[in-house]
């Protein structure tokens, strides 16, 4: 196995942060199984429909970003920083390791891109690959670039697009690490995982293992759109997580309602009760994203994950929005919370809303039904003064909410002529929101790239090291 380390860290130009009141290590919550998950294949997808986005409102404070100052710090010099999550439990806890707080990031080499220029920010995407970052306090001041996670050549395909990484239960130190496989030529977008172990000593994190990658599951064009059906077509972002109602483990993903681009029309369910004389325009018909979900069939308990049953999707936006990046979810108060991202510029027909994550909430457990958090769906946004500044947030069990900077506009120069600006690349500070009932409401903010944990994953003691 390769040790794949390297301690390539520029970090000297971070700003202190506050420390976050971080839960004791130890306390492992768990959930107790419910019994209601099992009514599943009866459900059909819940709509966000055009009438809940037109709900949409833009710098109302519990829903907006706060600005970002534009002097924000850097964590990582030499490589543009996006996607990021952390290394967690199959139940979507963070995690600790021996003290380390652990990143995974979408990376990508500043200067190979073009330099830090908007056009190497921009060309990203085609040099993608996962690395992680470890850190000590968690904090955001003292992350260490680790290197890249999987073995050179392992991948299958041109780039490695976002996912996430899981202790596996039972073991000491294996990691598994689902992700999306993307390839240029032919377009193929597919859901892959592999496995390593995580290895520390006081000054270090390393890994062993990522050197064999297995593909998963790709679009079925029956519940999820193939690119044959829909050129513009997505299948990405798997994001593993063990439902508490019936213990058994499944992913979201994003995708597209199933069938050929254009031909799915939006019906006046999907665009629930608007104002007398809202007339959905012809563009709403290419606006079908969808947030997908497949269940595990295969035996996790022996790293088996071979096997997934492709199930119709959780949430679908017709003609409402073409894009549901990185769905998550997070079980809290008996309440099913499902979060995914989208750009404003995938918004269609007359539904509009800032960059941001958008939330759907249900009371009955993992399949639904699900309605729009805050009515509209909209979580957290863009202020219309940067209406750049972040993208892809993440939220996780406690509430906290990481995402990235893409550009920061100057003060005073105008954010939609593209003025002056910085661009990011790098972690934009953490915030916290409390979830209550169909609501959400943004409460604090950190500093920039801060993590909290809520246990250390050696003190707990059901190992049984592998
Ligand atoms: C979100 C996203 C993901 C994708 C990755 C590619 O920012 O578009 O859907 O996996 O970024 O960079």
Same mark, same amino acid.
């Given at each position: 196995?390769?040790?794949n380390?390297? $301690?390539k ?40 429909? +055009? ?9 109302? #404070?519990? +829903? ?15 490589? @543009?920083? @996006? ?16 003290? %380390? ?15 830090n ?18 850190s ?6 003292? %992350? ?14 041109? %780039? ?18 689902f ?6 030529d032919? #377009? ?56 508490? $109602?019936?213990?058994?483990? /499944? ?75 990185r #769905? ?5 108060d008996d ?18 809303? #800032? ?28 202020? +219309? ?5 972040? /993208? ?21 120069? $105008? ?27 943004? +409460? ?12 250390? @994953? ?9």
């Amino acid at each position: 196995m390769d040790i794949n380390e390297s $301690d390539k860290s520029n970090n000297s130009n971070v700003m202190r942060t506050p420390s976050f009141d971080r839960i004791s290590l130890g306390a492992k919550t768990g959930h107790n199984l419910r019994d209601r998950g099992a009514v599943l294949d009866q459900r059909g997808p819940s709509r966000w429909r +055009t009438a809940d986005a037109l709900k949409i409102a833009y710098d109302v #404070p519990g +829903t907006t970003m706060p600005e970002i100052p534009y002097n924000f710090p850097v964590i990582d010099q030499e490589n @543009w920083q @996006w996607d990021s999550w952390a290394l967690r439990d199959i139940d979507g806890h963070t995690i600790t390791y021996n003290g %380390w707080y652990i990143l995974f990031s979408l990376i990508a080499n500043r200067q190979k891109t073009g330099g830090n220029t908007i056009e190497g920010w921009s060309r990203r995407n085609d040099f993608a690959s996962i690395g992680y970052y470890y850190s000590r306090t968690g904090n955001g001041s003292d %992350w260490k670039f680790g290197g890249h996670v999987i073995a050179k050549g392992a991948n299958k395909r041109s %780039w490695q697009w976002s996912g996430c990484a899981v202790m596996r239960e039972g073991t000491a130190d294996i990691v598994d690490l689902f992700y999306t496989s993307v390839n240029e030529d032919p #377009p193929e977008s597919v859901v892959a995982h592999t496995v390593g172990r995580l290895c520390c000593n006081e000054e270090h994190v390393w890994f062993q293992g990522f050197e064999k990658c297995e593909d998963l599951f790709a679009a079925d064009g029956k519940h999820y759109a193939t690119f044959r059906q829909n050129q513009f077509w997505d299948f990405r972002d798997p994001h593993v997580v063990r439902n508490p $109602d019936d213990g058994q483990i /499944y992913v979201l993903f994003e995708g597209n309602i199933a069938g050929k681009r254009g031909t799915i029309l939006p019906t006046t369910l999907d665009m629930g009760p608007v104002p007398a004389g809202t007339v959905e325009p012809d563009s709403g018909r290419f606006s079908t994203a969808a947030i997908g979900i497949a269940r595990l069939t295969s035996d996790a308990s022996k790293g088996d994950f071979s096997k997934w049953e492709l199930l119709p999707p959780l949430v679908t936006a017709l003609g409402v929005n073409d894009q549901a990046e990185r #769905p998550h979810v997070v079980f809290k108060d008996d309440m099913t919370y499902l979060f995914t991202i989208a750009h404003d510029s995938f918004f269609s027909g007359v539904a509009k809303g #800032p960059d941001g994550v958008y939330g759907f909430v249900s009371r009955d457990g993992l399949f639904g039904p699900y309605k729009p958090m805050n009515s509209s769906g909209l979580v957290l946004g863009n202020p +219309t003064s940067a209406p750049k500044e972040t /993208y892809s947030h993440f939220i996780d069990t406690e509430g906290f909410v990481q995402s990235f900077i893409d550009i920061v506009p100057a003060k005073g120069s $105008d954010p939609e002529q593209q003025g002056d600006y910085r661009i990011g690349g790098t972690l934009a500070p953490t915030v916290r929101l409390v979830l209550e009932g169909e609501s959400s409401y943004l +409460t604090e903010t950190f500093d920039c790239g801060e993590i909290s944990a809520v246990y250390e @994953w050696t003190e707990v003691q059901n190992h049984n090291p592998a």
